[in-house]
């Protein structure tokens, strides 16, 4: 952890980016090249420079000590809804911890001088709700590009990012490297983005770490989240072959997770967060068909729960095309499964809901409407 050669000077080496996002909470993370401790200082969105006063300081701790690390995770709550806050994020490097004594180096902080501080805003009681969605990037940065750059960023509340961003996760460059990195310069560090992982970052080395860089409000990697009137489940779909196929080498054990989730699914939707939404939207990478057992374990455990509940629709990804699936006898409400180089722009206000789905050139492939609930 601490290396006896000397090295380069402590850096941000990826910029934060925000998840976990609620109406009085945040997560953000970042990372440093040098272990450090590290926090973040935030301030109202009023009209006074950043400078003007020593901001309010909130570390990443954990029972009680300031952690040290290179992957920083600073946990905020008690904020306002419907409210933005400036903020940035400052490491300070620690060399050596020895006895009692702890040693430390240089800082590094993100920019507020020459440029803005960085943003964000909680989601208050607003009737109107817009997000984008994309899945099974599969690490093809420049396919994310041009789906995000089609996205009115300021305008939109949120991303989602449905499965399958890379094929498997082997290292934190690679990760960074497939997309993240991308995703950072083009929204999020400012926009919330939620995470539903797909079977593919259920691969690798490294996939084992995911849920340190997209931590939840559930602190599980299924959970769900309100934005205005809309309630937005989000579902871990796991893998798709079953748990002994060769593929998995023997360390899944996807069946009894999907078990597991379905009991917390069922409490779920008993939650007022869930039941007093008018929008019931329902995020999961593989969709309830396909006709492999993935696919067939969560059309058994999750879609009668879902029918039950009122779901309305569910957004997918993982089959590489676009299909509507209609509601029918057993899965209660329409799928549809965005294709791997089509983005899913949503609308929500309290008249309906609209999914359009884009291609890579901005051309409208098809939409669907729902209406809210009362
Ligand atoms: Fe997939």
Redesign the pocket.
């Known amino acids: 952890m601490f290396p006896l050669l000397a090295q380069e000077k402590i850096k941000i080496s990826h910029l934060p980016y925000l998840q976990a996002l609620t109406d009085s909470s945040v997560s953000i993370i970042w990372t440093s090249n040098n272990p450090a401790i590290a926090w973040v200082e935030i301030a109202p969105n009023d009209s006074t420079h950043f400078y003007k006063q020593e901001r309010e300081k909130l570390f990443a701790q954990q029972y009680g000590f300031k952690m040290v690390g290179t992957v920083h995770q600073v946990n905020i709550s008690g904020l306002k809804p419907g409210t933005t806050y400036r903020y940035r994020v400052y490491n300070q490097e620690v060399l050596k911890h020895e006895g009692t004594r702890v040693q430390y180096g240089d800082f590094a902080a993100t920019n507020v001088y020459r440029e803005q501080p960085l943003k964000f805003k909680t989601p208050g009681p607003s009737a109107e709700v817009s997000f984008a969605v994309v899945?099974?990037i599969h690490g093809k940065n420049e396919v994310l590009r041009n789906l995000i750059k089609q996205v009115d960023i300021p305008k939109t509340d949120f991303v989602v990012f449905n499965?399958?961003m890379v094929d498997n996760l082997l290292s934190e460059n690679q990760m960074y490297g497939g997309f993240m990195d991308t995703a950072i310069a083009l929204f999020a560090s400012e926009k919330p983005m939620y995470y539903a992982r797909?079977?593919?970052e259920t691969r690798g080395s490294f996939a084992t770490a995911y849920p340190k860089y997209f931590p939840t409000s559930s602190g599980e990697l299924y959970y769900l989240f309100n934005y205005g009137e809309a309630c937005i489940l989000v579902l871990d779909?796991g893998e798709?072959k079953p748990d002994s196929d060769i593929e998995y080498s023997g360390i899944v054990d996807m069946d009894a997770y999907r078990s597991q989730q379905a009991k917390w699914l069922e409490k779920a939707v008993e939650s007022p967060l869930f039941k007093n939404a008018k929008y019931k939207i329902v995020i999961c990478?593989?969709p309830p068909f396909g006709g492999w057992h993935g696919s067939q374990d969560i059309r058994d455990k999750f879609v009668p729960i879902l029918n039950k509940a009122g779901a309305q629709i569910m957004l997918s990804?993982?089959?590489?095309r676009h299909i509507i699936q209609k509601q029918d006898q057993q899965v209660h409400f329409p799928v549809l499964v965005n294709s791997n180089v089509n983005l899913i722009k949503v609308q929500l206000n309290d008249q309906e809901g609209s999914f359009k789905v884009y291609s890579q050139e901005g051309k409208l492939v098809d939409e669907i409407k729902i209406k809210p609930l009362n």
């Open positions: 899945n099974d499965g399958d797909g079977n593919h779909c798709d990478h593989m990804g993982h089959l590489h």
